[in-house]
């Protein structure tokens, strides 16, 4: 079944109390999983990047009054929301890298400050924690890390993005519990990331 087929025009859904973009995401229509198929590919970002491509032309022309810059903004607020909800799911996937308790995970399609905003989300719900996230975005790699305050005297936030950033082809930095960098290879990002943790486990 197509996707015109299974939504209604926004003027006529029951949700027009919500943003134009908050309409459009709650109309798009969810494929059921093959049972070979990991749940986490199908992510918040690919509706929301299906939402960029196909549904903001439709979004504009049903409310002239707005303008692309204001869908954008409002798509990118739910990006962040998104990100910040898988939190409570990540949170579970820490590991120990000798004694040090870590998260190195990879996330495509999230823009630097939503990568960070879950960064923070993650810091404050493990309370001790090294955090590193990357991702694909418009292929380019972005990359961002955390270390709460009781374990910086023994890896710097600024020096693991350095070294994963320069593992993809690019730079970054920050301060000890904080920093974030990109590159310009992502085939090199599982690498990379497998590398960081490899890093960690040596500290």
């Known amino acids: 079944m197509t996707q015109e087929s299974t939504k209604k025009p926004l003027s006529e859904s029951p949700t027009t109390s919500l943003s ?5 995401l709650t109309q798009l229509p969810v ?6 198929t990991a749940p986490e590919e199908k992510s918040f970002a690919d509706s929301v990047e299906e939402l960029r491509s196909a549904l903001i032309p439709e979004i504009l022309e049903e409310h002239p009054g707005l303008t692309r810059q204001a869908l954008e903004k409002d798509l990118e607020q739910w990006k962040a929301k998104a990100a910040s909800a ?3 799911d990540l949170a579970s996937e820490v590991q120990q890298a000798g004694d040090l308790p870590v998260l190195v995970k990879r996330l495509d399609g999230q823009d630097g400050k939503a990568l960070l905003a879950l960064m923070d989300q993650l810091k404050n719900k493990l309370g001790s924690a090294i955090v590193l996230l990357g991702g694909e975005l418009d292929g380019k790699v972005v990359l961002v890390a955390g270390v709460t305050k009781d374990l910086t005297s023994r890896v710097k936030a600024g020096d693991l993005i350095r070294n994963t950033a320069a593992a993809v082809g690019g730079k970054g930095g920050g301060r000890p519990d904080m920093a974030q960098g990109g590159g310009a290879d992502p085939a090199a990002l599982d690498a990379a990331l497998a590398e960081a943790l490899g890093w960690l486990q040596q500290q």
């Open 20 to 24: 134009p973009v908050a309409q459009a």
């Open 31 to 36: 494929t059921p999983l093959a049972p070979d």
């Open 86 to 88: 898988a939190g409570t």
